[in-house]
């Protein structure tokens, strides 16, 4: 391996093939993530997103039974499993909580049986579980592509609705927006980023790209759209860094790039200016300070 | 395909020792994820149950590695995950269900990484995330009972203030509990069940014992007791068909006995809805 | 409390000119099996300000959403400015409980107020410079236009409250509805928000605000409605500002002390 200022070093990855679709991969399903994790954080939706996640691993087992398209068979399955949520949470005596906690282990548990009907190894699960980015394919690759597309199109027509609904709800009810359209919409793009993440860094890491990036530049800035900027490069920088270690190391690329992503989440917690622990810390120490000598 | 109607069916499988263990188990882990459950679904902690169950991970992961206890590593690093969730919702910055997702997933990844570096990695790592009843050894059993025991009779010693605090917080403080500590014993039974479950359910399913039988019961009656008698009986239930099943149909036990409860919830959620609508239909 | 006195709440119903700004008839909405609201008739004349007083659970909030139309009612019907609510959705603004609101969210004092004008545009369409003008002018008139570029949560209740006036003020609307406007900040913003809100009477505008403050709805409404579950009184304030309605209001909650000064005692 040559020195870490040398650029050969980190040129000369690239000149494998599947390491540049890698790349490209972890890039696109950055920005993607980062853009509807930002609602997704803002909106205190993790557990929501842990649901969907598990709705779209019983949709990969189904469509890979029936040898149809996974990215299909994953969006039917959250989109179902949304609307129940949708309805479950309505019942009096449930709680959505609790709807949430009982329908994403339904469908993980269905997945798992109908894994064990396929008589599929054990590889397979820890396959769709922690993603495989050296794996993908020119076609998964314009999957990919196609939902970061319609993600930004949706995100830049739908802003406002967006930003209204999240902020304000009663506002936005107000103005004669109906809650379950917009929240249904945001379900979907929380899918569809869930389930073009799931082929990098695997289905069970995918919540951390939605959650961990945005939550750390939410530290960083006070706007919102320089939050989502920069939860997009923070998420974009831990995947292309992620996947020059698992090269170069020999780890996978996933838990690599979820590792990454969660250290950025700590340093920020930890440093980020007026809103860090350490921060915090000196003020308090400062007033105190200045107390005792008032 | 058994005849369902034979008694020889269901004798038959008990008559293996292998058997025998794994539904003993099963049936004690059901027990008190019914007891704990219906903290769970009462407090709303499905998620922190769910983080807990997957945070458990790397523990088991070192542990195993390093050719020690599974479940101890697995209750540390549980523990462990469960503070530092705690800690960064008291800065106030960060939400907790969102601090939730972070932990887990990185407490997850770090344990697949470490694991990558095994060479039994994918079967050992789907073994914990499934469980196998089957695969129970006597001296999980031991261990299990005696998690087992422990839970229930620490429930049973703390009963009134468990429930207060899971009630009503600023009660509990106002008559001098400590509320952290109170919760911080929640959250080790919590994370004790759920290693008590990893062999069995494995610990991406543990939560759904928790929280289907607990939410399914907490449909049929009220008062809190029952609520924890009747999860813990639909629990174990909902584990016996799941065995026998996961026995003659050779599939992943945990998922069957999940994919039972889930039965068993919706067909009461039905039914309730259904009289709900009559009775409405009749009194207007 | 300064200026809000000279007030004219001494004008009747009498001079009410033109349609009541709300109707409603036999109003009724439940969640699920619970009654929140029970055959509610109400005529609301316009150009008041018209304080909405009940204890908690009364149905405030729920009145008020049936009225700007958010809340499905199981019976009854609900005119708004003398048409549907949907139909004149642009010209009611609408004010939720601060409360309600995340206020460490990432957004700029100007931004929520640019909210207000969110209702009038289309999909696709972005906040115009005359947008930005009016917002900014809205925020003038609230004492808040140096703060216009903090992060909302920096402000005090007081000053969010204000921010939340401003966003309705920009709306530009007929009939304002505010849930609880003086929960939690000082006596001095309630008169700068009164002050604002008369201002908007003169205008010919409805203001309709939901409270359990009682002292400053005696001093500053012209009419009150009395709610729990039902209709208990309606009409100028002296008339509904009396111990028998005060006490079927609130129940076992209010204590009349000596002559019209009037204590609640919550929960």
């Known amino acids: 391996m040559s020195g870490v200022f040398d650029p050969v070093t980190y040129l000369q990855p690239l000149q494998q093939p599947f390491m540049l679709r890698g790349l490209l991969a972890v890039t696109l399903v950055g920005i993607v993530c980062a853009l509807v994790g930002s609602f997704v954080v803002l909106r205190g939706l993790a557990f929501v997103g842990e649901a969907l996640r598990h709705a779209l691993f019983a949709g990969v087992v189904i469509a890979f039974l029936m040898g149809g398209s996974l990215v299909g068979g994953a969006l039917i399955f959250a989109l179902l499993v949304a609307w129940l949520l949708g309805v479950l949470g309505r019942q009096q005596g449930i709680g959505e909580d609790t709807a949430i906690g009982v329908l994403f282990s339904a469908s993980f548990a269905l997945g798992i049986v109908l894994l064990n009907v396929a008589r599929t190894g054990a590889r397979d699960l820890t396959t769709i579980l922690l993603g495989n980015v050296l794996g993908v394919s020119t076609l998964d690759l314009a999957a990919t592509g196609a939902v970061v597309v319609v993600t930004l199109v949706a995100v830049v027509v739908c802003f406002k609705e967006l930003v209204v609904v999240a902020f304000d709800p009663a506002l936005a009810q107000a103005q004669g927006r109906s809650l379950s359209v917009w929240d249904g919409l945001l379900f979907v793009l929380i899918a569809l980023a869930l389930t073009a993440a799931f082929q990098t860094v695997g289905n069970l890491l995918a919540l951390a790209l939605l959650l961990a990036p945005a939550t750390t530049a939410r530290l960083l800035t006070r706007r919102l759209v320089p939050m989502i900027g920069m939860a997009m490069l923070l998420a974009v920088l831990a995947g292309v860094i992620g996947l020059y270690i698992s090269y170069w190391s020999n780890v996978p690329s996933g838990p690599a790039i979820v590792l990454l992503s969660g250290a950025g989440f700590g340093l920020a917690l930890l440093f980020a200016p007026q809103h860090g622990v350490v921060w915090s810390f000196i003020q308090r120490r400062r007033l105190q300070h200045s107390r005792n000598h008032s | 395909m058994p005849n369902l109607f034979e008694l020889q069916t269901y004798l038959e499988p008990l008559s293996l020792r292998l058997v025998q263990r794994g539904l003993l188990a099963a049936i004690v882990v059901a027990i008190i994820c019914g007891v704990m459950g219906t903290f769970v679904v009462v407090r709303g902690l499905a998620f922190l149950g769910d983080a807990l169950g997957h945070a458990v991970f790397p523990g088991v992961v070192i542990a195993y590695l390093l050719n020690l206890n599974l479940l101890a590593g697995g209750l540390v690093a549980g523990l462990i995950t469960a503070l530092a969730i705690s800690l960064v919702g008291r800065t106030g910055q960060v939400r907790e269900s969102t601090a939730i997702g972070i932990f887990y997933t990185v407490a997850f990844a770090f344990g697949a990484l470490l694991l990558s570096r095994s060479r039994s990695a994918p079967r050992a790592l789907s073994e914990l995330l499934i469980g196998n009843v089957l695969a129970v050894r006597p001296e999980d059993l031991q261990l299990t009972l005696l998690i087992g025991g422990v839970v229930l009779l620490l429930v049973w010693a703390f009963y009134k203030e468990l429930v207060l605090v899971s009630f009503d917080p600023q009660q509990a403080a106002a008559l001098g509990r400590n509320v952290p500590v109170l919760n911080g014993l929640l959250f080790t039974l919590l994370a004790l069940t759920i290693v008590a479950s990893l062999q069995t359910v494995g610990n991406v399913l543990v939560v759904a014992l928790l929280v289907i039988p607990a939410a399914t019961a907490r449909l049929l009656v009220g008062p809190l007791p029952a609520v924890m008698g009747l999860a813990a009986l639909l629990g174990s239930l909902c584990t016996f068909a799941g065995v026998y099943i996961s026995y003659y149909a050779d599939i992943a036990s945990g998922g069957a006995i999940v994919l039972c409860a889930c039965g068993v919830f919706f067909c009461v959620l039905i039914v309730r809805s259904a009289r709900q609508r009559l009775h409405l239909g009749v009194a207007g | ?267």
């Open chain 3, 1 to 267: 409390m300064s200026s809000v006195a000279t007030s004219p709440k001494s004008a009747g119903p009498a001079c009410a000119a033109g349609q009541p700004a709300v109707q409603l008839a036999h109003v009724t909405v439940a969640y699920g099996a619970r009654v929140v609201l029970q055959d509610i008739t109400l005529e609301l004349p316009s150009a008041r300000i018209i304080g909405l007083i009940g204890p908690n659970g009364a149905g405030k909030t729920t009145l008020l959403r049936s009225i700007v139309g958010a809340q499905r009612v199981l019976e009854g019907t609900v005119r708004v400015l003398g048409a549907a609510a949907d139909a004149v959705r642009q010209r009611v603004a609408y004010v939720p409980q601060r409360r309600d609101v995340d206020w460490s969210f990432p957004l700029s004092v100007l931004d929520v107020v640019l909210m207000g004008r969110y209702g009038k545009l289309g999909l696709l369409r972005r906040p115009s410079k005359q947008d930005r003008e009016l917002a900014l002018d809205a925020l003038k008139q609230v004492g808040l236009a140096k703060r216009q570029a903090c992060q909302i949560g920096e402000l005090s209740g007081g000053q969010q409250q204000r921010v939340f006036l401003a966003r309705a003020l920009v709306q530009d609307a007929d009939l304002m509805l505010l849930d609880e406007p003086f929960n939690g900040i000082d006596t001095t913003t309630q008169s700068v928000i009164f002050d604002l809100l008369c201002e908007q009477r003169q205008r010919g505008r409805t203001v309709l605000l939901s409270t359990h403050d009682l002292h400053s709805v005696e001093q500053n409404c012209d009419q009150l409605v009395a709610l729990n579950r039902r209709i208990i009184a309606f009409g100028p304030v002296d008339q509904v500002f009396t111990a028998p309605v005060l006490q079927s209001t609130f129940g076992s909650q209010v204590a009349v002390v000596g002559d019209g000064q009037t204590v609640v005692t919550r929960n």
